[in-house]
């Protein structure tokens, strides 16, 4: 009797003590069969974005919901998996999906609680949460996610499982896996990063808002340390690289800078190319989009329209600091800096900045980021007006002001501004119409209007080619006299109001060769042109370069670019000239691929001699390529003269008032057209011009991307003859001058010259004088 008494009970206890987990293996089996379906692992297919990629393969845009690039655990650095096990699951090839260490801690922090505050998951938990569950906090989805842990463990190779977390997890800033987050938060594949850069990336999943380098650089920083002490502790670095670590500065990207290229107005041409054809499907389905854009020339464009702005902006004086932040007394306050320059937009290298302090000779400042700079000297200059206490409040730099702050060619810290002004940059392949680079403005957060395709604007005198061209048709040549005398014209003329119109230098110089006035860009000499030729004739031809006729009315103020065109028509323009008078279209995608490599869609541009229309003559396209050389060599194009080369060619353009400033040029190779001018026209500066505003960038482009291109000839083509001839276009055998004739224009009693043949004498060449 006296045992049964302890007997019952004790069966009684453990029964208590078995029941829940006779009811949690009960409920397994019941839950177990209902589990979903691996096969979203086991054949993972998520959303792959739109990637767009230059000539030569590097990355320069994307465009999707989720931004991802897939790995295999194969590609992956050792010092990357590393980082993730010391911050996610150091035992993960040690246990068998569940840490039943971590799990007990867990359940008893959340027993003490009340409520379930803490969690112990496993990355194989994680996995089966990211792709089956929701993260609600409740014990029946921990539950379910238990199940679906061991459910995939018994599935998978721990690798494989690894894989898939280094692949799928959300990092911040819409980068889904490691692979995706280098690349937007360092620019760079993930076999290239360091030990502190792999540790702030596996310092992100247990919270990416939080811990996010781009919006809370501190907190990223002591979550990187954390990690970094993970993987001391066990061993996967050394003393040495711990500390190198801890000490490595890290400056994540913004925006586009975490590609190769700033390619944002073209990668958004091609997203709008490819949403055309195939819709929804172009943001998830993986399609690789492979550009015309040539890295070196994407980069050389951009860097010089933003040095081409920014040198004009900086002629036009400091306009004074953007806004005001109250400091309310403590410049200390970091976080409040912080926040407060949260809210400004980024510019490339123009960095937002408020100041601490601020006098004559020294301004102290608080940058975005977190960096303090301390500005003096000629570094101060731009801006000394605004230290000085003549202007008003507004206009003054004090504590709180909100400037930009940029570093020079020399690594000088100096104050700058945002600019008013706009520029765009576009070249490409005369011969096929490949687009080389394309930059459609100062800057795609700013504005996403792109001036290469969307802005019609007035061309100014480098539309003169043109109407020279057009004139060449028509009988004349370059060494047509043709009088620079003032002209006066009354409205019936003009079609608006009474027009007398000057040269750009307020200087007539009387008759001289057709060659001459477009060197000198001579307005009175293009206008009798245009008189000769008439303006419905110009209107006409111009059609055949691509030029809309309903943006010229046929009026004599054609000869001076009174019409609309945009950079791009520019570019196809100027490219018939180059290429012997082929008219070839602009393009930018060369070929789409699928997610498998199999290509949709590939480009076959007609090429100039091989397919593409002629719309000049071979001969007039020589002429008007000869002119526009001495346009560079001797004319408004001179600076261009500085690059060193003899085979340039091109002309300036600068509108009334300067209100837009153009360079169009060529060498064989490559056509690039510069603009400038503001969104809101207005004047650009009465010493403004094409010359001096536009033309910089255009030579800034052609001498990175000619640098190691060799010197190019223009060939004279058949049916053409070189004479000697003076100023007044008089055939002159001692004369220097060498003039190109079509062979018919020449009278047959003079003798004919080729190339390779010495001038002979013979008697004068006079050409009409107007």
């Known amino acids: ?36 379906s691996l096969e979203a692992l086991t054949d993972y297919r998520p959303k792959i974005p739109l990637r767009i990629y230059s000539a030569e393969g590097t990355q320069i845009g994307e465009f999707g919901e989720e931004r991802r690039a897939l790995v295999q655990i194969s590609e992956v ?30 359940a008893l922090s959340n027993f003490t609680s009340g409520s379930v505050k803490q969690g112990a998951s496993t990355i ?32 998978m190779s721990k690798d494989e499982i690894l894989q898939l977390y280094i692949n799928q997890i959300y990092l911040g800033q819409r980068a889904y896996g490691f692979a995706s987050a280098s690349q937007v938060y360092f620019g760079k594949p993930l076999s290239q990063v360091t030990i502190a850069e792999a540790a702030m990336l596996a310092g992100l999943p247990k919270a990416p808002s939080s811990y996010n380098p781009v919006v809370n650089p501190k907190r990223a920083k002591l979550r990187q340390l ?51 054809k195939y819709q929804d499907d172009t943001y998830t389905q993986g399609f690789k989009v492979y550009t015309t854009i040539r890295q070196l020339d994407q980069q050389a464009a951009y860097q010089a329209v933003r040095t081409g702005v920014l040198d004009y902006d900086r002629r036009h004086g400091y306009r004074g600091p953007e806004g005001f932040i109250d400091l309310h007394g403590d410049s200390s306050n970091t976080e409040q800096l912080d926040d407060a320059l949260q809210e400004v937009d980024d510019s490339d290298d123009l960095i937002p900045a408020v100041v601490l302090a601020a006098s004559p000779k020294l301004v102290q400042a608080y940058c975005k980021g ?42 000088i810290w100096q104050i700058s501004q945002l600019p008013q002004v706009e520029a765009a940059f576009v ?46 048709e028509k009988g004349f040549t370059p060494a047509t006299i043709i009088n620079d005398a003032p002209l006066v014209f009354d409205a019936e003329q003009t079609g608006n109001e009474p027009w007398e119109p000057k040269n750009y230098d307020g200087k007539f110089e009387g008759p001289m060769r057709m060659r001459e006035a477009l060197i000198k860009s001579k307005n009175m000499v293009s206008i009798r042109i245009l008189q000769s030729i008439t303006p419905e004739y110009a209107r006409d031809y111009i059609t055949k370069f691509g030029f809309d006729p309903t943006r010229y009315p046929p009026y004599l103020t054609m000869a001076l670019g009174a019409g ?18 082929y008219s070839v279209q602009p393009y930018f995608i060369s070929r789409i691929e699928d997610d498998h490599g199999t290509v949709l869609y590939k480009a076959a541009p007609d090429v100039a001699g091989n397919g593409a229309k002629q719309i000049i003559d071979v001969r007039n396209a020589y002429t008007m390529v000869s002119m526009m050389q001495d346009v560079v060599k001797h004319g408004t194009g001179i600076r261009a003269m500085q690059l060193g080369r003899q085979d340039l060619a091109g002309k300036t353009g600068t509108t009334n008032d300067s209100i837009d400033a153009w360079f169009c040029g060529f060498q064989p190779t490559v056509v690039g ?63 220097p001058l060498v003039e190109y004739f079509y062979q018919e224009n020449i009278p047959s009693e003079h003798p004919v010259v080729t190339p390779s043949e010495e001038v002979k004498p013979a008697d004068t060449i006079k050409d009409q004088l107007l």
Do not use: C
């Open 1 to 36: 009797m006296s045992s049964r008494r302890w007997i019952y009970p004790l069966f009684a206890t453990l029964a208590l003590l078995l029941l829940p987990a006779i009811l949690l293996g009960v409920a397994a089996l019941v839950a177990y069969p209902n589990l979903p």
């Open 77 to 106: 650095p050792e010092i990357m998996k590393q980082a993730i096990l010391a911050a996610e699951d150091d035992r993960f090839y040690e246990h068998g999906g569940i840490d039943y260490t971590g799990v007990l801690r867990a």
């Open 124 to 155: 194989t938990m994680q996995v089966a949460r990211n792709f089956f569950l929701t993260k609600e906090r409740t014990f029946s989805r921990k539950f379910n996610e238990v199940l679906l842990t061991l459910k995939i463990e018994h599935s």
């Open 226 to 276: 954390y990690v970094l002490r993970r993987m001391h502790d066990l061993n996967y670095i050394n003393d040495e690289q711990f500390q190198t670590a801890q000490q490595q500065p890290i400056v994540a990207l913004r925006g586009s800078q975490g590609f190769a290229v700033k390619a944002d107005y073209l990668t958004e041409m091609v997203r709008q190319s490819v949403f055309e």
């Open 370 to 411: 977190g960096e303090i700079v301390e500005i003096s000297g000629d570094a101060l200059l731009f801006a000394q007006p605004a230290l000085t206490k003549k202007l008003p409040m507004n206009q003054r730099i004090n504590a709180g002001s909100l400037i930009r702050v940029q570093k020079d060619d020399k690594g």
């Open 427 to 472: 070249s490409g392949n005369p011969h096929d119409g490949a687009i080389y680079s394309l930059i459609g403005g100062f800057d795609f957060n700013r504005s996403q209007f792109n001036h290469i395709t969307q802005a019609w604007r007035q061309p100014g005198s480098s539309f003169k080619p043109f109407v020279y061209s057009a004139a060449l």
């Open 564 to 581: 609309s065109v945009t950079p791009m028509q520019m570019l196809a323009a100027y490219s018939v000239f180059a290429n012997g008078g």
């Open 673 to 735: 057209i510069a603009w400038m001018g503001y969104d809101q026209p207005r004047s650009l500066g009465d010493r403004e011009t094409g010359g001096g505003a536009a033309l910089p960038i255009w030579m800034s482009y052609m001498g990175k991307v000619l640098k190691d291109v060799p010197e190019a000839t223009y060939n004279m083509p058949d049916n053409m003859v070189a004479v000697h001839i003076n100023n007044d276009g008089y055939r002159d055998d001692n004369s």
